[in-house]
Nanobody, 120 residues
Framework: QVQLVESGGGLVQPGGSLRLSCAAS????????MGWYRQAPGKQRELVAT???????NYADSVKGRFTISRDNAKNTVYLQMNGLKHEDTAVYYC??????????????WGQGTQVTVSS
């Protein structure tokens, strides 16, 4: 099991930047993959970016080139650097951990979410 705590959300102008942090309660090296998802009002939760314990990354097409996911194993923390923010990026962002990398969701954990609002 793992507890995930997100931070770094807030209000930012279009074109601005934010860096989200996800602090895990255990070594993230022992977690197969971690990632960020987001849910905008009236929409389903969607994948933003993932990173495996081998460093392989994956991004949604809508954020590719603007967002960067990274990890610091020593700090047990995963980051999401968000640049060139757009109104459509407004959502609650959730940190996610898939411990085993299996199809089952039994070993999937979620943070409480952090609000990102892009507005002028």
């Amino acid at each position: 099991q793992v507890q995930l705590v997100e931070s770094g959300g807030g209000l930012v102008q279009p074109g601005g930047s934010l860096r989200l942090s996800c602090a895990a309660s255990r070594s993230i090296f022992s977690i197969y993959a971690m990632g960020w998802y987001r849910q905008a009002p009236g929409k389903q939760r969607e994948l933003v970016a993932t990173i495996t314990n081998s460093g392989r990354t994956n991004y949604a097409d809508s954020v590719k080139g603007r967002f960067t996911i990274s990890r610091d194993n020593a700090k047990n923390t995963v980051y999401l650097q968000m640049n060139g923010l757009k109104h459509e990026d407004t959502a609650v962002y959730y940190c996610h951990a898939d411990i085993l990398g299996a199809a089952s969701t039994a070993d999937d954990y979620w943070g409480q979410g952090t609000q990102v609002t892009v507005s002028s």
